[in-house]
């Protein structure tokens, strides 16, 4: 019984109510509160050791040689002072570590004109030889055309790349930046839209669909499928633009674009396409400015 009435009493259900809120006041930070340096988070650390040896790169390089001649010198002077006669004696500790100390002494005399006689070949940029021209399809929106300059602008100033031109739908959109001289004096050589995608260059790319970047261009029999980039470009990067386009882009120094600008590229390629994409549909044929 005592059972059944526990089980008969009700339990009364909590209902929970939400909190008031309170009124949105605007709140302000006052700049003048901020202090300069209180910034107490980690700083960016500084290889001392590294920056020391780029500065001194002639002395680590024929640090190996005094290291390993005043070696020389000093078994030498040790033999001579020690009372061992100066014939080398299998059965001698003292001959085999003098010994073993000759080898590691001529090992790093060797090591310093090495060092001496192999050094990175230093890379600079080449200045183009062409002239000036910046050729925009005229029938493009306004939009269009300001999107393009951007990118120019973008890749001219952050990149190597000197060079820009992009072919959509068999035409020449865009050839801006230094082109090649043409047979007249003083004019851009023109860019044949139909021959480059006919090309194994723009085939090779369109059949991958990847970006392909030939770090060093004098090194690429296809080079002569860009006769309208300067002679000594250094670099060049083929973008595809969807399975309708390129866009040439010439370096003026030999590897001279990053991983980072390869993937930034990339990215930029792709919002060429959309944006050419919705608008190249309606377009009138090519007339170049």
Not at 108 to 132: A, F, M
Request: with cysteine.
């Amino acid at each position: 019984m005592e059972a059944g009435r526990i089980l008969q009493i009700g339990i009364p259900w909590i209902t929970w109510r939400s909190p008031p809120r309170l009124p949105n006041f605007p709140r302000y930070i006052c700049a003048s509160s901020i202090q300069r340096g209180s910034y107490k988070g980690p700083k960016p650390g500084r290889d001392w050791i590294a920056d020391w040896v780029s500065k001194n790169d002639d002395a680590v390089r024929s640090m190996p040689i005094y290291v390993g001649g005043a070696s020389l010198l000093a078994v030498l002077f040790n033999r001579a002072i020690s009372g061992i006669a100066p014939v080398a004696d299998a059965s001698s500790s003292q001959s085999r570590a003098d010994l073993l100390t000759l080898g590691l002494a001529v090992t790093n005399v060797l090591t310093g004109l090495v060092w001496l006689s192999i050094r990175p070949k230093s890379i600079t940029p080449v200045g183009p030889q062409g002239v000036e021209c910046q050729e925009i399809y005229s029938h493009l929106p306004e939009s269009v055309v300001s999107e393009i300059l951007w990118v120019w602008e973008s890749l001219s100033a952050v990149t190597c790349c000197k060079s820009l031109v992009i072919v959509y739908d068999c035409q020449c959109i865009v050839q801006i930046g230094v082109a090649a001289k043409s047979l007249n004096i003083d004019e851009p050589f023109a860019v044949d839209a139909a021959k480059l995608m006919q090309g194994s260059l723009y085939q090779g790319v369109l059949k991958s669909g990847a970006q392909s970047y030939m770090a060093n261009l004098s090194l690429y029999p296809g080079r002569s499928e860009l006769p309208f980039l300067p002679s000594n470009t250094q670099a060049v990067i083929l973008q595809p633009l969807g399975d309708r386009g390129i866009a040439v882009l010439g370096g003026d120094t030999i590897r001279g674009f990053t991983t980072s600008d390869q993937t930034w590229i990339s990215y930029i390629g792709e919002k060429l396409d959309a944006t050419l994409a919705k608008y190249m549909s309606s377009m009138p044929s090519v007339v170049q400015e």
